[in-house]
């Protein structure tokens, strides 16, 4: 317990220093947050033209639509923070910098996490707690205690799910030297086919995204307890699991990523 | 002929290129076939059983996402816009400037040497058993196909100019974040990659038609599912002309003073 608390106060400590440096660049700053805004922004914009005429998209209304996208949203922005770093590890690897990550007396996971804090996450913050707050007063979400709860859970799921795959991402490097490009290849994709209702894809792909690479959990399922929607060929309790699958998920991809660390040899000279 | 010479040599090198580096650039179809995926879906939803809305028939609306996303495959194969602009961050641009070559040419002559990797080994392929396999609509004539080609070609010069004319900006900003987002996404809502313009809202919609960005993809798509038929396609093709023309004097005018400025910065 106690080596917790001292990590955790180390994560601060190391990151802090991060942020104090990106602070200065403040235009900069705030360029890349309205850069953030205006991008998902856009998607949401796009979604409203998409049903101007339609109305429903898979029996989601716009604003179901909109909640189902600020979800994913938000617990991307976290990820962001914590582990969007991880997918240039190959980087790191070919110029022999993640040396420097195994000479510390910390755990290597964990260096590499704190190395980087993005503050431009912000505009994910942003974006998502106004669509939040739009969407409960355009549809009267009730935000009584237990959906708060659910909805906490909800936040921590979807972050360890995302940010799992970004480790898993991140610990191909060790054997391929190669991670970057899976992520722009497949979870960039990936994620963007998750800002919609999983219900309107193939039956083969809502399998995928519940059971292999399970995206489902970071925002679809737990929106459709939210919003009392349907879930074709799952079962409505689906979404309380979310907290669960990921800390499995999460906890898979670590022991991966430790694997691949003990088989990695350095490209350094 | 031979400044014709020496741009094609710069084709065939990025044909070379691509094929040495034939890992990264086949990578590029399992995004694209994510995103095909993922809006034939969307469109299959949207439509929500009926055979048609506002005139346009199901498979005339998942063959308008499928073309488009061919278009969009064959629109990013060539040089991304970060590699130029990196290059005037770090003022290797100035090297490229000092050769007896113009710098907007040469970069869309090598993308044709990208595009045509990618469009042979990957695209082609992949959209001819697509065709065979899913139920799409194809042109009941080999003038559509003509067209659709001569219209996608002038399409793809357009997107080249506005987005290289866009990407010279960096030449004044060093931080173009924000306004770079807001340019994708008004292009890709524009043009009409994922929504046509006919199921726009009207204000919306009159607003795309007068905007270059709609030669990009909602021409050629519509001209290849036939909505856009007889008489006015020439019309649009015309249009598609015009903008090439307009973007392309843009672009050389830019391109002039952002030239000016790297003599003016020196060093």
């Known amino acids: 317990m106690t080596k917790i608390i001292e990590y955790v106060r180390l994560y601060f400590r ?18 890349r947050i309205v850069g953030m805004v205006a991008a998902y922004t856009g998607t949401a914009v796009t979604m409203w033209i998409m049903l101007y005429q339609f109305k429903e998209l898979g029996k989601w209304n716009f604003y179901e639509l909109l909640f189902l996208f600020a979800l994913a949203v938000l617990s991307w922005g976290f990820c962001i923070i914590l582990f969007f770093h991880f997918r240039s590890l190959d980087t790191y690897i070919v110029n022999g910098t993640f040396d420097r990550f195994l000479v510390r007396p910390i755990n290597p996971f964990f260096h590499f996490m704190a190395m980087k804090f993005d503050i431009g996450a912000a505009g994910q913050f942003i974006f998502s707690i106004l669509v939040f707050i739009w969407v409960s ?18 936040i921590i799921g979807g972050i360890l799910v995302q940010g799992g795959l970004l480790v898993f991402i991140s610990a191909i490097a060790f054997w391929t030297t190669k991670s970057e490009r899976f992520y722009w290849v497949v979870m960039y994709p990936a994620r963007n086919l998750t800002n919609y209702p999983l219900a309107i894809y193939p039956k083969f792909v809502q399998w995928v995204t519940a059971f292999v690479v399970p995206f489902g959990f970071v925002n679809y399922f737990p929106a459709a307890v939210i919003l009392d929607k349907d879930t074709p060929y799952f079962s409505s ?11 499995v998920f999460f906890v898979i991809a670590y022991y991966v990523w430790m ?3 003990s088989r990695y040899k350095s490209a350094g000279s | 002929m031979d400044t014709v010479k020496m ?17 990264d650039v086949w990578t590029r179809l399992v995004s694209n076939i994510i995103f095909l995926l993922m809006w034939m879906s969307i469109w299959f939803a949207l439509y929500a059983g009926k055979e048609e809305a506002s005139g346009i028939s199901l498979t005339a609306m998942l063959t308008y996402v499928v073309v488009s996303q061919f278009l969009t495959a064959v629109n990013g194969a060539g040089t991304p816009l970060w590699e130029l602009q990196e290059k005037v961050r770090t003022g290797d641009i100035a090297l490229e400037l000092m050769r007896p070559f113009d710098v907007p040419l040469r970069y869309l002559f090598a993308d044709f040497g990208s595009v045509a990797f990618y469009m042979l080994t990957a695209l082609v392929p992949l959209y001819v058993l697509l065709f065979f396999f899913v139920d799409l609509s194809l042109p009941t004539s080999w003038m559509t196909w003509i067209l659709f080609i001569i219209s996608g070609f002038l399409g793809f010069l357009i997107r080249y100019c506005i987005e290289l004319t866009f990407g010279l900006f960096t030449f004044w900003l060093i931080e173009t974040g924000g306004i770079e987002d807001i340019f994708y996404f008004s292009v890709s809502l524009l043009s009409g990659s994922v929504i046509p313009l006919w199921f726009f809202p009207g204000w919306l919609q009159t607003f795309a038609t007068y905007l270059p960005f709609q030669g990009i993809y909602f021409i050629p798509n519509a001209i290849f599912i036939e909505e856009i038929s007889g008489k006015d396609v020439f019309i649009s093709i015309g249009i598609q002309f015009f903008w090439v023309a307009v973007s392309y004097t843009i672009l050389r005018f830019v391109w002039r003073k952002a030239s000016n400025k790297v003599i003016v910065q020196g060093g």
């Open chain 1, 237 to 247: 309790y689906i979404g309380y699991f979310t907290p669960l699958v990921g800390i």
């Open chain 1, 259 to 261: 694997l691949g660390l």
């Open chain 2, 7 to 23: 741009y094609t040599a710069f084709t065939k090198k990025a044909f070379m290129r691509s094929a040495a580096y034939r890992f």
């Open chain 1, 137 to 154: 007063n355009a549809i009267d979400i009730h935000w009584q205690f237990g959906k708060i709860l659910f909805l906490l859970g909800a």
């Open chain 1, 14 to 31: 190391l990151v802090g220093a991060g942020v104090r440096a990106q602070m200065q660049y403040r235009f900069a700053f705030i360029m």
